[in-house]
């Protein structure tokens, strides 16, 4: 039995063109003008339907202790919303164990996920030395990409900017990415102390203490860095324009900087850090939240090529006894929000249906690229022969309107809450199996498989 998708309109990061295709199995075995199904075919009928490559989210924190979403929750979240391939970030080892050791774990933690997956290690100061000898055998696991922080001292993640150095030197001999979070951790430590002495312990004054050219000071330094060690590197969720100027300024210079953001850095502003009731601790995020001017900035930027993929930063800290910690001080509200499950719609809608970016550019910044600079390229990312069967069919006459009483993921509560998106997913095929028909999940826990990730060939 094949499974035949018909009169589709399918959509590529370069073409958009009417045809029907045929699985079978896991993978994309023929796509043509025409397929005519035999009689123990499965067929899906997607006339008047957009038919994309599935979603690949490169930045999701599943499993993190505190958080809302285990790896079955989390997966399943994503599947609904279109996206059939994560990439989780590893948190740095507990106890003493070994980079490698700690992964293993992970790895055990994340094997009952719905959807395929790879890992990728967060880098602290304490393994920044033992990172350097554990890079090859982190390769040869398929984790080709790690992640390394300029902020966050107090919790031991901000390396020194020879520490970066150091380790972006070995990551590009093993063929590993690395996607670093842009703050300048020391200077926001010293304005959060200021703002919290004056008195000033409100949401709100969590986004006063992280000015833009705090970002744009560590983006910069970091692309420097990395321009010294001529390697490629990935500048995680730009929040702001002044940081979006520094990637822009490196590409140009020739260093290879692929910038990411983030759904809420395109349709969130600060102002929903003041929202009544202590609802703007739900916002709460680092880099934080900017002022609306942002926004087109960072769209046009998408366009231009600056930003090359969309990541969630699914961060699912709980409103009760997770945000609530923070009443008193700003400073002790955990950072980060729920998200996976609405990165395909939400740039579906303010993207595409609202005409900032066109379907092939949703297609590259949602699945292709991604792919590509995260080693999952082609058997993820595209619509082709011999690649995975890994689609998402899209509606665009029917809209809904996004809410927590109807969300897949576990948190108390939605960062898009009442908005109303155009486009409506009626299927997700995951190598070959349609684990979502009309926004019902399907699937089961451990289907999803371990990705080993190709090295970075650039
Ligand atoms: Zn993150």
Redesign the pocket.
């Known amino acids: 039995m094949s499974i035949i998708i018909q009169n589709g309109t399918i959509v590529t990061a370069s073409d958009v063109y009417q045809a029907d295709i045929r699985i079978d199995g896991e993978v994309i075995t023929s796509i043509a003008s025409k397929i005519v199904p035999a009689a123990e075919d499965k067929v899906i009928d997607a006339n008047g339907q957009y038919v994309f490559p599935g979603g690949i989210d490169p ?1 999701v ?1 599943f499993g993190v202790p505190g958080y809302a979403d285990d790896f079955v929750n989390g997966t399943r979240a994503a599947a609904t919303g279109g996206i059939t391939t994560v990439v989780n ?1 590893v948190e740095p080892p507990t106890g003493g164990k070994s980079l490698l050791e700690n992964f293993q774990l992970w790895k055990q933690m994340a094997k009952d996920s719905v959807i395929d997956y790879g890992l990728q290690p967060v880098i602290n100061a304490e393994y920044s030395e033992s990172v350097l000898k554990e890079l090859p055998t982190l390769v040869e696991e398929g984790a080709t990409s790690i992640k390394l922080f300029m902020s966050a001292r107090g919790i031991g993640l901000l390396l020194s900017d020879v520490q970066i150095y150091k380790i972006l030197k070995k990551a590009r001999e093993n063929g590993v990415l690395a996607t670093v979070h842009c703050e300048n951790g020391d200077v926001i430590d010293e304005i959060v102390k200021e703002t919290i002495a004056k008195g000033n312990t409100a949401p709100i004054y969590h986004g006063y203490s992280r000015p833009t050219i705090l970002e744009a000071e560590a983006t910069h330094r970091v692309l420097a860095i990395a321009q010294a060690a001529d390697a490629p590197i990935r500048i ?2 730009v929040s702001c324009a002044e940081a979006m100027n520094e990637i822009e300024q490196a590409q140009k210079r020739g260093v290879i900087a692929y910038g990411e953001t983030t759904p809420h850095y395109l349709t969130k502003d600060i102002s929903s850090l003041e929202l009544p009731n202590f609802e703007g601790a739900k916002y709460i995020c680092s880099p934080p939240l900017r002022e609306k001017w942002h926004q087109e900035v960072l769209w046009r930027g998408i366009v231009s090529g600056i930003l090359t993929t969309m990541g969630s ?1 699914h ?1 699912p800290v709980p409103f009760e006894g997770g945000k609530t910690l923070g009443r008193d001080s700003f400073a002790k509200i955990p950072n ?1 929000g729920p998200g996976v499950e609405e990165l395909f719609s939400i740039m579906y809608h303010f993207g595409v249906h609202e005409k900032r970016i066109s379907l092939q550019k949703f297609v590259d910044v949602t699945s292709t690229a991604t792919a590509k600079q995260l080693g999952l390229y082609p058997k993820k990312g595209n619509i082709n022969v011999g690649s995975d069967a890994d689609i998402v069919i899209l509606d665009s006459k029917q809209s809904r309107t996004i809410s927590k009483a109807t969300h897949y993921q576990k948190c108390d509560y939605n960062a898009y809450e009442g908005t109303k998106v155009q486009g409506i997913i009626t299927h997700v095929l995951a190598r070959g199996e349609e684990i979502v028909k009309d926004r019902i999940f399907n699937g089961k826990p451990g289907r999803g498989q371990y990705i080993y990730r190709n090295k970075l060939n650039v």
């Open positions: 930045h924190h970030y995680a969720h930063d961060a980060g």
